[in-house]
């Protein structure tokens, strides 16, 4: 697994097909995607969500905290011949784009901040007054919800729920596996910073938003370009029992709106 996190041409063209797939049928529901449309990623790595709606017309702009991962969205797009800004920086730093974005997304982000609830607070700055979020992000609980695939160690990055284990037992196998110090502090950041479902729920209303639409999936949509598994939505009786769903939830689908 830690061969296709480091080749990233193929990750952008993964999250290309994910996104045209399954990520716009899905928000397309809830907002019309027309030509003009301000999109705002925040996280957006190496850019592949966007490029499936400047295709479709709308100014796209990605936002990350990572100089290279930028540089990465930027040679992509202008080998797609596509239009597209992207700048590395902290989102929360730049006043000059708030209330301006038709829709933002936020794919597999939440689960790395540390503060949610500010997180959440500060992108309601950037949504024009009837703009959507698409927020995505894995249930911790389920089998790889630790991020344990980018170990560089074989059996470790592909061992699930051992995540779950105590934060010093956790610890010492990764030290026991000699994992680069870089990555047992990413995992570990990852341990502190977990997203269970109902405790994004509880925030997203804390701060003001009204959950639209939610979809939880047994098999994530972005597991059938990695792993040619066919997505599967999560059973709706199972969806519906608060802690349980999360061992079984590999995706959240989220769409909001700031509450009125």
Same mark, same amino acid.
């Given at each position: 697994?830690?061969?296709?996190?480091?080749?990233?041409?193929?990750?952008?063209?993964?999250?290309?097909?994910?996104?045209?797939?399954?990520?716009?049928?899905?928000?397309?529901?809830?907002?019309?995607? %027309?030509?003009?449309?301000?999109?705002?990623?925040?996280?957006?790595?190496?850019?592949?969500?966007?490029?499936?709606?400047?295709?479709?017309?709308?100014?796209?702009?990605?936002?990350?905290?990572?100089?290279?991962?930028?540089?990465?969205?930027?040679?992509?797009?202008?080998?797609?011949?596509?239009?597209?800004?992207?700048?590395?920086?902290?989102?929360?730093?730049?006043?000059?784009?708030?209330?301006?974005?038709?829709?933002?997304?936020? %794919?597999?982000?939440?689960?790395?901040?540390?503060?949610?609830?500010?997180?959440?607070?500060?992108?309601?700055?950037?949504?024009?007054?009837?703009?959507?979020?698409?927020?995505?992000?894995?249930? +911790?609980?389920?089998?790889?919800?630790?991020?344990?695939?980018?170990?560089?160690?074989?059996?470790?990055?592909?061992?699930?729920?051992?995540?779950?284990?105590?934060?010093?037992?956790?610890?010492?196998?990764?030290?026991?596996?000699?994992?680069?110090?870089?990555?047992?502090?990413?995992?570990?950041?990852?341990?502190?910073?977990?997203?269970?479902?109902?405790?994004?729920?509880?925030?997203?209303?804390?701060?003001?938003? %009204?959950?639209?639409?939610?979809?939880?999936?047994?098999?994530?949509?972005?597991?059938?370009?990695?792993?040619?598994?066919?997505?599967?939505?999560? +059973?709706?009786?199972?969806?519906?029992?608060? +802690?349980?769903?999360?061992?079984?939830?590999?995706?959240?689908?989220?769409?909001?709106?700031?509450? %009125?």
């Amino acid at each position: 697994m830690q061969e296709r996190q480091n080749n990233r041409s193929q990750y952008f063209d993964e999250l290309v097909t994910t996104c045209e797939k399954y990520f716009i049928p899905y928000i397309s529901q809830f907002l019309t995607l %027309h030509p003009g449309l301000s999109v705002l990623e925040i996280g957006c790595g190496d850019g592949g969500n966007l490029l499936p709606f400047s295709q479709r017309g709308c100014k796209t702009i990605g936002v990350d905290l990572s100089p290279s991962r930028i540089k990465v969205a930027q040679e992509k797009f202008h080998e797609s011949e596509a239009n597209g800004q992207f700048i590395a920086s902290d989102i929360f730093e730049m006043k000059e784009l708030e209330h301006q974005f038709g829709l933002i997304i936020c %794919h597999d982000v939440l689960e790395h901040i540390s503060d949610k609830a500010d997180f959440l607070r500060h992108i309601r700055d950037y949504l024009t007054e009837r703009g959507k979020v698409f927020m995505s992000f894995p249930a +911790w609980q389920m089998p790889f919800g630790g991020h344990q695939q980018i170990c560089q160690n074989r059996l470790l990055s592909h061992l699930p729920f051992f995540h779950l284990l105590p934060y010093s037992l956790y610890k010492t196998v990764l030290r026991m596996a000699k994992e680069p110090e870089a990555t047992i502090n990413e995992l570990l950041s990852i341990k502190k910073t977990r997203c269970p479902i109902e405790l994004f729920e509880r925030l997203a209303q804390q701060e003001g938003f %009204h959950i639209e639409h939610r979809q939880l999936y047994f098999i994530n949509p972005h597991y059938e370009t990695k792993f040619h598994l066919r997505p599967r939505k999560l +059973w709706s009786a199972l969806s519906h029992i608060p +802690w349980l769903r999360n061992f079984f939830t590999t995706s959240c689908f989220y769409i909001m709106e700031v509450a %009125h």
